[in-house]
């Protein structure tokens, strides 16, 4: 019998046939070559009926355990008011800050909210809300997934899970309770109307400005009753639900103010979808008519206090994001309220001391009374210890109640020739050389011609930028360059180096660069920054290298449950030689400089060793000085804001003491600012510098000139600046000449523009022939 033969036997039941019966030669026959018994194994293992059988246990193995968790899990009672908790914020010595926590919640009846403004909710968060059973099952199943596997979370729960989330549970990312939330949702589901779920949902949600609920939000976003939304205030309050802080218009950035529009937008398209909306009416709706109402403080958060709680609420959002997966939504809804106690690493005395140094030296001498333009002036500044990371003190801006938005983390205006410097440090990471493949150093010469062309392999590339008043420099060392803040200089260098290694050094050093395009015009710093992020990149110069990221979160704790703080301070991310270079250079920004009679002329100085260097933008919209001791890294900015439209406007003129024209340089207020609160704040210290370059380490080398600087730029710029042998580290002689002109005060006379930066380039320093257009 064959082995097929036997096969089919013992199917019928039968018995193996006796061995007699199978021919001799079939016996003694050898085993086949190339015979797969094996695999025979493997067929017999998983025949269908076999795969079919263990399909259908385990589908009964989980209607079983569904069952078993359906019968065990009970819908708990509500909870989300009894979570609510004020939040106390402490300073670094555990003092307490601020008390935060006055819940802002008012229950609206459904009927009291018009349909189409309920429509919006279910528009933007599940259209399928009035038909489904209270689950999304494919998205709950991708959201276990991605907890188990610790990919974070995404949206596509269902109107009743996120009630659930926000009355019954919590916003905890864990398995069980997904699970709970999803069976709590079937059996709510099955126990109230969807106009009950519905009304619940939009009176438990978090909609951003310490506003839970509907009515709430109406309040607070436009001082008006649930009852009185508008459709497109109505699409507004249901786009915020997805970022409430980031889509505030009021105080949300480029990128956060198009998301919102983009997510108004979809949800009333989506109302047309639904037969909700007439498509005619759709079509003349304008987002214009849902901006909101200027925000109103919450108690506890007055003077700096509220700008404070604001950065340490945002930092430990981001931190829950990162570590629980949780969405922005979910992170502010698990932050605000929550009963948590944050210690800041905040100083107290260094925070009185930089409050009192922009009252004595600034807002002291504003009067809006006397003049309009001292009411358009905004301070911020952030100071951060480059050893630690930490956030030790903050300015936000004249009171939290007055000024909602913070002006030291705010990122809409240009940070001019503070920019400088991180051209410089790209040059020395990645060894640059010049047009004629000179190596770029402190004592490399370039043309600093006003209005100079620059040119890449010979070819003009249609940038030449004017420096400030059109003086015209010749051939100037970068050293003296960097002093006087010399845009043709750093123009060229930037194309020299390349510009996309240029932006690419830049996001190295802490600077967000999403969307910044890497062309010329970048060199004047026309992109938008803050004081925080300006501190971060010089702290990164400070602290030799190593990237720091200011932090001012120093512990957060809620009952018993602590969250990881990173370190703030991070790896290499360019070298010591080329961060203490760049250091080095910058000392001479504040000795022989634009920073000379503020910084290094001060009283209090005492000979502390001081790097920095100012900037003022285009039409003079803002003005910085960004400097550092061995122990303190302080940004400070000034903000040229129209107090009734928000929009960019120029300082000039502003407090009336300037000399002609009454430019607001950074030279001006925002180094006195500094001076009078790092000098009072610091002990005398020196550099600890790896290099052979610069200021701090060498004299600064003033050029030789053939003749004077003209004050007309020439009419034909050459194609390649002016080349020579690079000077020895040491200048063996003292220069025989000195420039001799004095440079002619020019006021701008270009019209301000009114939009924040977008990662753009401004009209005003393309123009090499218009006036005021310039970057120092």
């Known amino acids: 019998m064959g082995r097929a033969e036997e096969r089919r036997a013992r199917q019928r039941g039968g018995h193996r046939a006796a061995p007699g019966r199978r021919s001799p030669s079939a016996a003694a026959a050898p085993p086949v070559a190339g015979a797969k018994p094996a695999k025979g194994r493997i067929r017999r293992l998983f025949t269908w009926k076999k795969m079919l059988g263990t399909f259908l246990g385990l589908c009964l193995l989980g209607i079983g355990g569904f069952i078993v968790l359906y019968m065990a899990v009970d819908v708990p009672k509500g909870n989300a008011a009894a979570r609510q908790q004020s939040n106390i914020y402490k300073y670094s010595d555990g003092k307490v800050l601020a008390r935060v926590g006055t819940v802002n919640r008012e229950s609206v009846d459904l009927a009291k909210v018009p349909k189409p403004v309920q429509h919006t909710f279910v528009a933007a968060e ?95 976003y436009y001082r008006t009753d649930a009852s009185k939304l508008t459709v497109e205030q109505g699409a507004y309050l249901a786009a915020l639900l997805q970022a409430p802080s980031q889509y505030d218009w009021v105080v949300a950035g480029p990128v956060g103010r198009k998301l919102v529009q983009e997510r108004w937008n979809y949800v009333l398209n989506n109302m047309v979808k639904q037969n909700w909306l007439d498509p005619a009416e759709r079509q003349a709706m304008k987002f214009s008519d849902a901006i909101p109402e200027e925000p109103r403080g919450t108690p506890g958060e007055e003077g700096q206090k509220g700008y404070l709680v604001q950065l340490a609420n945002q930092q430990l959002e981001q931190r829950l994001m990162q570590t629980e997966g949780m969405t922005r939504s979910q992170a502010e809804a698990a932050v605000v309220d929550r009963g948590w106690t944050i210690t800041l690493n905040i100083d107290k005395k260094r925070q009185t001391a930089l409050e009192k140094a922009v009252k004595s030296q600034l807002t002291s001498k504003l009067n809006p009374k006397k003049r309009k333009v001292d009411g358009n002036v905004q301070a911020g500044a952030v100071s951060v210890d480059p050893k630690t990371g930490r956030i030790v003190a903050l300015y936000g801006g004249q009171d939290y109640f007055k000024h909602y938005f913070n002006n030291a983390t705010r990122r809409d205006y240009q940070p001019a020739s503070t920019f400088k410097p991180v051209i410089l440090a790209a040059a020395l990471e990645q060894n640059a050389t010049t047009q004629t493949g000179k190596p770029i150093t402190a004592n490399t010469l370039y043309d600093g011609t006003s209005g100079r062309q620059v040119v890449d392999h010979g070819s003009k590339v249609g940038f030449g930028p004017p420096n400030e008043d059109h003086v015209n420099y010749g051939p100037i060392t970068v050293q003296r360059a960097m002093n006087e803040s010399v845009n043709s200089v750093f123009a060229q260098m930037g194309v020299d180096v390349g510009m996309p290694k240029v932006m690419d050094t830049a996001k190295q050093l802490g600077m967000d660069t999403e969307g910044m395009q890497a062309v010329p015009a970048q060199t004047l710093g026309s992109m938008g920054a803050s004081p925080l992020e300006m501190a971060g990149i010089y702290a990164t110069f400070d602290n030799h290298g190593y990237k720091v990221t200011p932090s001012i979160v120093k512990t957060a704790e809620q009952k018993e449950r602590a969250v990881s703080i990173p370190n703030p301070i991070g790896g290499q991310v360019i070298s010591r030689t080329a961060a203490d270079t760049v250091t080095s250079v910058l000392t001479g920004v504040v000795d022989d400089g634009t920073a000379k009679r503020s910084v290094a002329a001060n009283p209090l100085r005492n000979g502390q060793q001081v790097a920095g260097k100012t900037g003022t933008s285009d039409e003079n919209k803002s003005a910085w000085f960004t400097g550092y001791t061995p122990d303190l890294v302080t940004s400070v900015g000034l903000f040229g804001e129209d107090q009734k439209t928000k929009s960019h406007v120029s300082m000039m003129g502003a407090t009336g003491q300037l000399p002609y024209p009454g430019r607001v340089n950074g030279g001006s207020y925002p180094a006195r600012i500094w001076a009078g609160y790092t000098f009072g704040v610091t002990k005398r210290a020196k550099f600890d510098l790896n290099t052979t370059q610069g200021a701090a380490v060498q004299p600064t080398d003033t050029p030789t000139f053939s003749q004077s600087p003209t004050q007309t730029p020439s009419n034909t710029p050459s194609s390649e600046p002016p080349t020579s042998t690079t000077p020895s580290t040491t200048p063996s002689q003292t220069p025989t000449q000195t420039p001799t002109q004095t440079p002619t005060q020019t006021p701008p006379t270009g019209t301000p523009t009114t939009g924040p930066p977008t990662g753009g380039v401004t009209d005003g320093p393309l123009d090499p022939n218009g006036s005021g257009n310039f970057s120092r």
């Open 126 to 220: 599940n259209k399928t809300f009035y038909h489904d059973h209270g689950i999304d099952a494919k998205g709950l199943v991708r959201g276990l997934f991605n907890t188990v596997t610790g990919r974070g979370t995404q949206g596509g729960s269902t109107i009743t899970q996120q009630y659930v989330k926000n009355y019954y549970l919590s916003q905890d990312q864990s398995v069980s309770r997904k699970l709970k939330e999803m069976v709590i949702s079937l059996k709510v589901d099955r126990r109230l109307t969807k106009d009950e779920i519905l009304a619940g949902y939009i009176n438990t949600s978090y909609y951003g400005r310490n506003a839970y609920g509907i009515q709430a939000a109406a309040q607070a």
